[in-house]
């Protein structure tokens, strides 16, 4: 596989062990992830300040979670109700390029890379820290993969909607840790196709089409809007509950 770097539209998979950039949007045949610019839509209000670290059982993943940061639903729940409501930005001065990606990690692996190596099993890296094997399973459709060029990484918030949402008015260094986080559940590998259909949609316009991945997708979105302080549509509030209701009890 080549190594990607620099941007492109994101999708992401998640590991086979569920048995994931750059965003839910990508370019046709790169591989890299990242988001499409939006349409332009009315300005939002301003992000909420993020809420405070959840603690407690309620904090603890649930068994079969493939994203790291995960929370339970009663937590998601909690932090969904917090979030500010207000409509979208507008794309105005939105770049892909405000998005520092993919950054190194260190070892000579960028975060795709290292995303790649945490979601697959039995990933086999090159000098370069290029994934050569390994087998991994898309998180939004349930496709099974070999070869990691058939991957991209995808933002679970795109990062033109964090644009959209709060994101315009952050700094440099907000944007590019929004782009490469590997502590909270937004980047994950998932089959290319899954990830340029979802584009840089909310809920609300798109949902993966395997319904079993709503419950982690709905946790994991509202967990890192939750954390960098970013908006929701009500459409959005409406199907992230939808989805979060899909946990089991």
Not at 223 to 242: I, M, N, P, Q
Request: hydrophobic share 35%.
């Amino acid at each position: 596989m080549v190594r990607q770097t620099g941007p492109g539209i994101a999708v992401v998979t998640a590991v086979l062990l569920l048995g994931s950039v750059g965003c839910g949007e990508q370019v046709p045949g790169d591989g890299k992830g990242g988001d499409r610019p939006g349409a332009t839509a009315t300005p939002s209000a301003a992000p909420s300040a993020s809420p405070a670290s959840p603690s407690g059982d309620d904090a603890k993943p649930v068994a079969g979670d493939v994203l790291p940061g995960m929370v339970s639903a009663a937590v998601a729940r909690t932090q969904l109700a917090a979030l500010t409501v207000g409509k979208p930005g507008t794309m105005a001065g939105y770049s892909r390029d405000k998005f520092t990606h993919w950054a190194e990690q260190g070892n000579k692996c960028d975060t795709r890379e290292s995303v790649l190596k945490r979601d697959g099993t039995d990933v086999a890296q090159d000098a370069e820290c290029r994934a050569v094997s390994g087998h991994w399973k898309s998180l939004y459709d349930g496709a099974s993969f070999t070869e990691a060029s058939k991957l991209d990484i995808d933002h679970m918030v795109p990062l033109a909607e964090g644009w959209r949402s709060g994101a315009a008015g952050w700094d440099a260094a907000k944007r590019k840790a929004f782009a490469n986080d590997l502590a909270r559940p937004q980047l994950l590998a998932v089959s290319a196709s899954s990830n340029r259909s979802k584009g840089d949609q909310s809920p609300d316009q798109w949902q993966p089409t395997d319904r079993s991945s709503w419950c982690q997708y709905g946790r994991a979105w509202t967990t890192v809007k939750s954390h960098y302080g970013l908006t929701v549509t009500e459409a959005e509030r409406a199907t992230l509950t939808t989805m979060i209701d899909t946990c089991a009890a």
